[in-house]
């Protein structure tokens, strides 16, 4: 889903039952590695040598990747809610689809009071040999955890600061980190009023469980104290990314349990641990149907689902969302969206659609998002439709939410569907079932390939939806957008 709304709870459908169209190429199942069966038969994890298999800890050493790209950051989106009379009340926020590049704490530009001709655009030549120095100190982390070697990865740091790396050790291995790769952004920066201590803002590319993926990223602030000229600078504390666009991942703040299966990744803390055979189980069925929807190539290497608790939902990617909302996508670079699912909205019943629409976005939407909200419709209307996996169009539960907002309080115009932040839940619904019903117009007149190539022009090329109708249905838009609304119009009774 995206911004803010939700969809009814169709009959959930079998994994195995997928639209009807011929798998798109790209689809690379087969060469994944399948879920472990050695260690924790529960969930799937394996145990490690040096963690506490409560927390789902398991090791994959080894692995790289590409370094990581530069994406830029996009506007937020929102995602559909399930109706609170259903009893699942499922909202999925599309949020920051952009690289996750996040904004560091506290980090200071420019060391106060130090005078400009000592300085050129790369800091002082002393300011780069300690960059250096505490690059090498990362690089030696980096390989540590990789390595498993959760000795090596605390061993630059001070003993205060060896708690919370712990617990970030422990979930990155949860998660099979396969590449992390560490890089200074500039010179480190001296921190005011505290002799000796130092701030570097760190990108990091990472990868979890598939080697050589296209990374992930995350902008960190890293603090450091050094003692003298010679001594290797001592890690301090890893400051988590900002909230501003995608906010602290899970990993930074959180005890992980982890299960891990040929398509996807369902993580949740150790509390909720009983829940992941289930999850992961729903999740496998869900990426067989959302990998048909991946428009422009190979679907994900994995789709990661994070499953929060209470206190998790409050912080995790930031927070602060609608108080409809069950759930959310978040772009994080690399061509990957992590989704997150609210425990305490869920009920059995409502997890397989909302997993469909999920990870449908996951493997639909361009690594930047989409800026126009005029095209939320077919955005949504798309992972409606897949969500919905084939069911005949009377059987769609929101169909008395469309008839609602159909006569009444909506223009008639698709381009102006998007709900805003605080709209009732029934104008949520209805926007995502008028998406859905587009969408499943335009499917029945044209087949499931050229709508793809329609949403890959509007979505991923940033056409108009004038042109993309031209060039992909041989029909102008204006009179398929009245033709679509006509349709859904009667399907709402």
Same mark, same amino acid.
């Given at each position: 889903?995206?911004?803010?709304?939700?969809?009814?709870?169709?009959? @959930?459908?079998?994994?195995?039952?997928?639209?009807?169209? *011929?798998?798109?190429?790209?689809?690379?199942?087969?060469?994944?590695?399948?879920?472990?069966?050695?260690?924790?038969?529960?969930?799937?994890?394996?145990?490690?040598?040096?963690?506490?298999?409560?927390?789902?800890?398991?090791?994959?050493?080894?692995?790289?990747?590409?370094?990581?790209?530069?994406?830029?950051?996009?506007?937020?989106?929102?995602?559909?809610?399930?109706?609170?009379?259903?009893? !699942?009340?499922?909202?999925?926020?599309?949020?920051?689809?952009?690289?996750?590049?996040?904004?560091?704490?506290?980090?200071?530009?420019?060391?106060?009071?130090?005078?400009?001709?000592?300085?050129?655009?790369?800091?002082?030549?002393?300011?780069?040999?300690?960059?250096?120095?505490?690059? *090498?100190?990362?690089?030696?982390?980096?390989?540590?955890?990789?390595?498993?070697?959760?000795?090596?990865?605390?061993?630059? *740091?001070?003993? %205060?600061?060896?708690?919370?790396?712990?617990?970030?050790?422990?979930?990155?291995?949860?998660?099979?980190?396969?590449?992390?790769?560490?890089?200074?952004?500039?010179?480190?920066?001296?921190?005011?009023?505290?002799?000796?201590?130092?701030? $570097?803002?760190?990108?990091?590319?990472?990868?979890?469980?598939?080697?050589?993926?296209?990374?992930?990223?995350?902008?960190?602030?890293?603090?450091?104290?050094?003692?003298?000229?010679?001594?290797?600078?001592? $890690?301090?504390?890893?400051?988590?990314? +900002?909230?501003?666009?995608?906010?602290?991942?899970?990993?930074?703040?959180?005890?992980?349990?982890?299960?891990?299966? /040929? #398509?996807?990744?369902?993580?949740?803390?150790?509390?909720?641990?009983? /829940?992941?055979?289930?999850?992961?189980?729903? %999740?496998? *069925?869900?990426?067989?149907?959302?990998?048909?929807?991946?428009?422009?190539?190979?679907?994900?290497?994995?789709?990661?689902?994070?499953? @929060?608790?209470?206190?998790?939902?409050?912080?995790?990617?930031?927070?602060? #969302?609608?108080?409809?909302?069950?759930?959310?996508?978040?772009?994080?670079?690399?061509?990957?969206?992590?989704?997150?699912?609210?425990?305490?909205?869920?009920?059995?019943?409502?997890?397989?659609?909302?997993?469909?629409?999920?990870?449908?976005?996951?493997?639909?939407?361009?690594?930047?998002?989409?800026?126009?909200?005029?095209?939320?419709?077919?955005?949504?209307?798309?992972?409606?439709?897949?969500?919905?996996?084939?069911?005949?169009?009377?059987?769609?539960? +929101?169909? %008395?939410? !469309?008839? /609602?907002?159909?006569?009444?309080?909506?223009?008639?115009?698709?381009?102006?569907?998007?709900?805003?932040?605080?709209?009732?839940?029934?104008?949520?619904?209805?926007?995502?079932?008028?998406?859905?019903?587009?969408?499943?117009?335009?499917?029945?007149?044209?087949?499931?390939?050229?709508? $793809?190539?329609?949403?890959?022009?509007?979505?991923?090329?940033?056409?108009?939806?004038?042109? %993309?109708?031209?060039?992909?249905?041989?029909?102008?838009?204006?009179?398929?957008?009245?033709?679509?609304?006509?349709?859904?119009?009667?399907?709402?009774?």
């Amino acid at each position: 889903m995206t911004d803010g709304d939700e969809q009814p709870a169709g009959p @959930a459908a079998s994994g195995d039952d997928q639209p009807a169209t *011929a798998p798109r190429d790209g689809d690379r199942s087969a060469e994944q590695p399948t879920a472990v069966e050695a260690g924790d038969a529960a969930t799937g994890t394996r145990p490690t040598d040096d963690l506490p298999t409560a927390a789902g800890v398991h090791p994959l050493v080894g692995g790289d990747g590409p370094p990581p790209e530069t994406v830029p950051q996009l506007p937020a989106t929102r995602g559909r809610r399930w109706r609170l009379w259903a009893a !699942v009340g499922l909202v999925l926020v599309l949020v920051a689809c952009g690289v996750p590049g996040v904004l560091l704490l506290g980090l200071v530009r420019d060391a106060a009071g130090r005078p400009a001709a000592e300085r050129d655009g790369r800091g002082t030549a002393a300011e780069r040999r300690l960059g250096e120095r505490m690059a *090498a100190q990362l690089d030696r982390q980096a390989a540590a955890l990789l390595d498993g070697d959760r000795a090596g990865f605390l061993a630059v *740091a001070e003993p %205060a600061a060896r708690p919370a790396l712990t617990r970030r050790y422990a979930a990155l291995r949860a998660l099979w980190v396969t590449a992390w790769r560490p890089a200074a952004d500039g010179v480190p920066v001296a921190v005011d009023r505290r002799p000796g201590e130092w701030r $570097l803002a760190v990108t990091v590319g990472y990868c979890f469980v598939v080697p050589g993926c296209t990374p992930g990223s995350v902008e960190l602030g890293t603090r450091w104290r050094v003692t003298g000229d010679e001594a290797e600078p001592r $890690l301090v504390a890893v400051e988590e990314s +900002g909230a501003t666009p995608a906010g602290a991942r899970p990993w930074e703040v959180s005890d992980l349990a982890v299960a891990v299966g /040929k #398509r996807a990744v369902v993580a949740t803390t150790p509390a909720l641990r009983a /829940k992941l055979p289930g999850l992961l189980a729903q %999740a496998e *069925a869900a990426a067989k149907v959302a990998d048909l929807y991946a428009v422009a190539g190979a679907p994900p290497d994995r789709y990661l689902v994070y499953y @929060a608790g209470r206190a998790e939902w409050q912080r995790w990617y930031g927070g602060g #969302r609608p108080k409809w909302t069950a759930g959310y996508a978040v772009g994080v670079g690399g061509g990957h969206h992590d989704v997150v699912l609210n425990a305490q909205s869920l009920t059995p019943t409502g997890v397989d659609d909302l997993l469909r629409h999920e990870l449908t976005h996951a493997a639909s939407l361009p690594d930047r998002g989409y800026a126009d909200r005029s095209s939320w419709w077919l955005v949504e209307g798309l992972a409606e439709y897949a969500g919905a996996d084939g069911q005949l169009v009377d059987r769609y539960e +929101g169909l %008395a939410e !469309v008839r /609602k907002l159909v006569r009444g309080g909506w223009n008639g115009r698709l381009d102006a569907l998007a709900p805003a932040d605080d709209a009732a839940d029934d104008r949520v619904g209805g926007a995502y079932g008028i998406g859905y019903l587009a969408v499943r117009h335009l499917v029945d007149r044209y087949g499931e390939q050229r709508v $793809l190539d329609f949403f890959r022009a509007v979505v991923h090329e940033r056409r108009s939806m004038a042109e %993309a109708a031209d060039e992909v249905f041989g029909d102008p838009w204006s009179g398929l957008h009245d033709d679509c609304v006509a349709y859904l119009r009667a399907a709402a009774g």
